[in-house]
């Protein structure tokens, strides 16, 4: 059985930075693609970032990029975000989602993993 951990979260103040990281286990585990996902209080789940596991390659919700960067470890197994200038509106809970096939993408649906989320929460 795959799980996926997410640890980092916290509260930090606006402007300051995070660094997630979503750790998988399970003999099983293989993806295509990984991705973060975030849900602030009373709102729908939002796409932030995803990265094709074998070739590296990215991708980001418009408003994020330059602020937040995916990366993969080197133990293969990890999953990070890096998180720089935050502000309030980035409060939420933050998830990691992995993707067996590589037909998931930003909508969420899809993906056969998910963490069980890490909360984030910038102080004005």
């Known amino acids: 059985q795959v799980q996926l951990v997410e640890f980092g979260g916290g509260v930090v103040q606006a402007g300051g930075s995070l660094r997630l990281s979503c750790a998988a286990s399970?003999?099983?585990?293989?993806?295509?693609?990984m991705a973060w996902f975030r849900q602030a209080p009373g709102k729908e789940r939002e796409f932030v970032a995803l990265i094709n596991w074998g070739c590296g390659d990215t991708y980001y919700t418009r408003s994020l990029k330059g602020r937040f960067t995916i990366s993969r470890g080197n133990t293969k197994n990890t999953l990070w975000l890096q998180m720089n200038n935050l502000k309030p509106e980035d409060t939420a809970v933050y998830y990691c989602?992995?993707?067996?096939?590589?037909?998931?993408?930003?909508?969420?649906?899809?993906?056969?993993?998910w963490g069980q989320g890490t909360q984030v929460t910038v102080s004005s």
């Open positions: 399970g003999r099983a585990f293989s993806v295509y693609r």
């Open positions: 989602a992995g993707d067996r096939e590589g037909d998931a993408g930003s909508s969420g649906i899809r993906y056969d993993y």
